[in-house]
Protein backbone atom coordinates (compact mmCIF):
# COMPACT_ATOMS: atom_id res chain seq x y z
CA UNK A 1 0.00 0.00 0.00
CA UNK A 2 1.46 3.55 -1.03
CA UNK A 3 1.61 6.08 1.33
CA UNK A 4 -0.13 9.03 1.15
CA UNK A 5 1.44 12.17 1.84
CA UNK A 6 0.39 15.81 3.31
CA UNK A 7 0.98 18.46 1.46
CA UNK A 8 4.22 20.55 3.39
CA UNK A 9 3.24 23.81 1.36
CA UNK A 10 -0.39 23.78 2.68
CA UNK A 11 0.99 22.49 6.61
CA UNK A 12 3.35 25.33 6.40
CA UNK A 13 0.55 27.50 5.59
CA UNK A 14 -1.14 26.68 8.32
CA UNK A 15 1.34 27.14 10.72
CA UNK A 16 1.97 22.93 10.98
CA UNK A 17 5.78 23.77 10.72
CA UNK A 18 7.07 20.17 12.68
CA UNK A 19 4.59 18.51 10.60
CA UNK A 20 5.66 19.72 7.28
CA UNK A 21 9.08 19.22 8.44
CA UNK A 22 8.08 15.81 8.74
CA UNK A 23 6.41 15.23 5.19
CA UNK A 24 9.33 17.66 3.43
CA UNK A 25 11.86 14.43 5.33
CA UNK A 26 9.57 11.80 3.95
CA UNK A 27 9.39 13.06 1.06
CA UNK A 28 13.18 13.19 0.60
CA UNK A 29 13.59 9.97 2.26
CA UNK A 30 10.78 7.89 -0.12
CA UNK A 31 12.81 9.71 -3.71
CA UNK A 32 16.14 8.32 -2.40
CA UNK A 33 14.93 5.09 -1.80
CA UNK A 34 12.82 5.32 -5.14
CA UNK A 35 16.42 6.42 -7.17
CA UNK A 36 14.93 9.67 -7.70
CA UNK A 37 17.73 11.79 -7.75
CA UNK A 38 16.42 15.40 -9.29
CA UNK A 39 13.33 16.15 -7.09
CA UNK A 40 15.75 15.38 -3.73
CA UNK A 41 17.69 19.04 -4.37
CA UNK A 42 14.06 20.63 -4.48
CA UNK A 43 12.96 19.20 -0.96
CA UNK A 44 15.90 19.33 0.60
CA UNK A 45 15.37 23.04 -0.09
CA UNK A 46 12.24 23.56 0.80
CA UNK A 47 13.36 21.93 3.79
CA UNK A 48 15.47 25.02 4.70
CA UNK A 49 12.63 27.68 4.46
CA UNK A 50 10.03 25.48 6.13
CA UNK A 51 13.31 25.17 9.28
CA UNK A 52 13.97 28.72 8.99
CA UNK A 53 10.25 29.67 9.90
CA UNK A 54 10.11 27.39 12.60
CA UNK A 55 13.12 29.29 14.09
CA UNK A 56 12.65 32.30 13.08
CA UNK A 57 16.39 32.78 11.15
CA UNK A 58 16.69 33.21 7.59
CA UNK A 59 17.31 30.28 5.08
CA UNK A 60 20.51 30.48 4.78
CA UNK A 61 21.44 30.27 8.66
CA UNK A 62 19.43 27.19 9.66
CA UNK A 63 22.12 24.56 6.73
CA UNK A 64 23.41 22.98 10.19
CA UNK A 65 20.30 22.37 11.49
CA UNK A 66 18.84 20.65 8.14
CA UNK A 67 22.09 18.96 7.86
CA UNK A 68 20.84 17.24 11.45
CA UNK A 69 17.54 16.43 10.44
CA UNK A 70 17.98 15.12 6.86
CA UNK A 71 20.83 12.57 8.30
CA UNK A 72 18.52 12.17 11.21
CA UNK A 73 16.10 10.77 9.22
CA UNK A 74 18.29 8.65 6.73
CA UNK A 75 19.83 6.94 10.19
CA UNK A 76 16.38 6.10 11.98
CA UNK A 77 14.97 5.19 7.82
CA UNK A 78 17.30 2.73 7.92
CA UNK A 79 17.65 3.23 4.56
CA UNK A 80 20.98 2.57 2.15
CA UNK A 81 21.94 5.13 -0.05
CA UNK A 82 24.84 6.68 -1.07
CA UNK A 83 25.66 9.33 1.24
CA UNK A 84 27.79 11.48 -1.48
CA UNK A 85 24.33 11.48 -3.32
CA UNK A 86 22.66 13.31 0.07
CA UNK A 87 25.93 15.26 0.60
CA UNK A 88 25.46 16.56 -3.16
CA UNK A 89 21.91 17.83 -2.24
CA UNK A 90 22.71 19.32 0.45
CA UNK A 91 25.16 21.41 -0.87
CA UNK A 92 23.16 21.89 -3.67
CA UNK A 93 20.34 22.97 -1.74
CA UNK A 94 22.18 25.58 0.20
CA UNK A 95 23.90 27.18 -3.25
CA UNK A 96 20.39 27.49 -4.19
CA UNK A 97 18.94 29.43 -0.88
CA UNK A 98 22.08 31.73 -1.05
CA UNK A 99 21.20 32.46 -4.79
CA UNK A 100 18.25 33.18 -3.98
CA UNK A 101 19.36 35.54 -1.27
CA UNK A 102 21.39 37.03 -4.02
CA UNK A 103 18.68 37.75 -6.16
CA UNK A 104 16.44 38.97 -3.99
CA UNK A 105 19.20 41.58 -2.68
CA UNK A 106 19.40 42.79 -6.15
CA UNK A 107 15.96 43.27 -6.43
CA UNK A 108 15.42 45.00 -3.36
CA UNK A 109 18.60 46.99 -4.55
CA UNK A 110 17.14 47.92 -8.64
CA UNK A 111 14.06 49.05 -6.72
CA UNK A 112 15.25 51.31 -4.37
CA UNK A 113 17.95 52.75 -7.19
CA UNK A 114 14.34 53.42 -9.32
CA UNK A 115 12.70 55.02 -6.28
CA UNK A 116 15.44 57.12 -5.67
CA UNK A 117 15.61 57.97 -9.78
CA UNK A 118 11.88 58.66 -9.42
CA UNK A 119 12.47 61.37 -6.74
CA UNK A 120 15.14 62.77 -8.82
CA UNK A 121 12.75 62.85 -11.63
CA UNK A 122 10.35 64.37 -9.52
CA UNK A 123 12.68 67.34 -8.21
CA UNK A 124 13.64 68.45 -11.74
CA UNK A 125 10.02 68.44 -13.33
CA UNK A 126 8.56 70.24 -10.38
CA UNK A 127 11.66 72.37 -9.00
CA UNK A 128 12.66 71.85 -5.09
CA UNK A 129 10.01 72.58 -2.36
Known amino acids: MEREYLDPV ?16 QLYLDALQGGDHFIGVDLV ?7 ARQEGQPPEDVTSRVREAVLRALDSGRLSVDRRI ?3 DLAAARSG ?14 VDEEKERGRQETVEVYGPD
Open 45 to 51: TQLHFCI
Open 10 to 25: DLMLEGRLKEAEKEYL
Open 97 to 110: VLEGKKRAERSVER
Open 86 to 88: VED
